[in-house]
């Protein structure tokens, strides 16, 4: 049950992935959304063509090239918000939960009212088993809304990290 979940929600964050690029270069026009680009290019081959077809070391490759790209593009370009919501994003896929948290955090500095990021931070926290610390990026993505949906859904992860614990 837990290996379908996880299979599942890989699944969803490689579709935000997909889903956030093309507006996203639309907005980047230097060699930093070259980088991104290429990293989506490479994440999308590990992912989508390598894994099942259980090329685990050809995937690693790929996704070791995504990693190198996302991070050409931050150096050239601090503050580019999908490249750091990308590279966190690659390393939640790779279990590099502490690496996802951090750069999830890079997200929420550079875009505090994002409230996906929030939310995926507290995911990396859950698997980290730091739920206080997730309850507490739940509850801070309340204060980045006013919409009651949102806080609705928020309140309901916050009490699914309490049963949890």
Do not use: W
Not at 62 to 76: K, R, S, V
Not at 80 to 101: C, G, I, P
Not at 102 to 125: C, G, M, T
């Amino acid at each position: 049950m837990r290996t379908t979940f996880r299979f599942l929600l890989l699944t969803l964050i490689a579709c935000t992935i997909l889903s956030a690029a093309p507006e996203a270069q639309a907005e980047q026009t230097g060699r930093e959304a070259e980088h991104n680009r290429k990293g989506l290019e490479y994440f999308k081959e590990g992912f989508y063509q390598k894994l099942p077809k259980g090329q685990q070391r050809e995937a690693d490759r790929a996704f070791d090239l995504a990693t190198a790209e996302f991070q050409n593009a931050i150096a050239l370009k601090p503050d580019f918000v999908e490249a750091h919501r990308n590279l966190a994003r690659l390393y939640y896929v790779r279990r590099q939960l502490s690496k996802a948290a951090e750069s999830y955090r890079n997200v929420i500095s550079l875009a505090p009212r994002d409230i996906d990021a929030h939310v995926q931070l507290a995911l990396a926290y859950v698997e980290l088993e730091r739920f206080d610390e997730a309850v507490h990026q739940l509850e801070l993505a309340k204060t980045q809304t006013d919409d009651r949906e949102a806080i609705r859904k928020l309140d309901g992860y916050i009490q699914k990290i309490r049963e949890r614990k």
